[in-house]
T-cell receptor, first 112, second 112 residues
């Protein structure tokens, strides 16, 4: 079945460091891909998405590019801030009428 | 304010004592879903509902029941809670199953 694999955390970075969180997927067809973020004590919220190959999703300085050839959707940010500390979830949706499938999440801690 | 509201936010109960976690959304969303979040396991879907009176099992439905009698409400029922149901529970909703998911703030349940 469909699945999402994320790099295991926690990831600890200093402020202004470069961030990469790896995400690969297994799915038939051409799924849509998402990154959700969960700040401490809150529910998840959509960070960015891409619906077809080579699409780049971006928001709040974060970017991810849909790579069909490597079945990947890695999350990147050039300079992280303490306020980016959160748990990040990669997710996919295989077709329009199927629920999201989430990865296990990667906890990011940014220290000043 | 558009939101998904869960109650209670925190609950400690004992094995076998029936409980209900309520979920209500004010965005006229058709799709609603319940997840549980556990360390190392990420987010797993319990049940979802495409519309009123339509519910389906997710990945981990055992020990849970749901109902969708009204569009705005999607309660999660634990008829006979057990310690392995100790978890953080999230309700989420979207206009359709393909739409952006909006999450509640979570309900932390402890079963002794």
């Amino acid at each position: 079945g469909d699945s999402v694999t994320q790099m295991e955390g926690p990831v600890t970075l200093s402020e202004e460091a470069f961030l990469t969180i790896n995400c690969t997927y297994t799915a038939t067809g051409y799924p849509s891909l998402f990154w959700y973020v969960q700040y401490p004590g809150e529910g998840l919220q959509l960070l960015l998405k891409a619906t077809k190959a080579d699409d780049k999703g971006s928001n709040k300085g974060f970017e991810a590019t849909y790579r069909k050839e490597t079945t990947s959707f890695h999350l990147e940010k050039g300079s992280v801030q303490v306020s980016d500390s959160a748990v990040y979830f990669c997710a996919l949706r295989r077709s329009g009428n199927t629920p999201l499938v989430f990865g296990k999440g990667t906890r990011l801690s940014v220290i000043a | 304010e558009a939101q998904v509201t869960q109650n209670p936010r925190y609950l400690i109960t004992v094995t076998g004592k029936k409980l209900t976690v309520t979920c209500s959304q004010n965005m006229n969303h058709e799709y609603m879903s319940w997840y549980r979040q556990d360390p190392g396991l990420g987010l797993r879907q319990i049940y979802y509902s495409m519309n009123v009176e339509v519910t389906d099992k997710g990945d981990v439905p055992e020990g849970y029941k749901v109902s969708r009698k009204e569009k705005r409400n999607f309660p999660l029922i634990l008829e006979s809670p057990s310690p392995n149901q100790t978890s953080l529970y999230f309700c989420a909703s979207s206009f359709t199953v393909a739409g952006e998911l909006f999450f509640g703030e979570g309900s932390r349940l402890t079963v002794l």
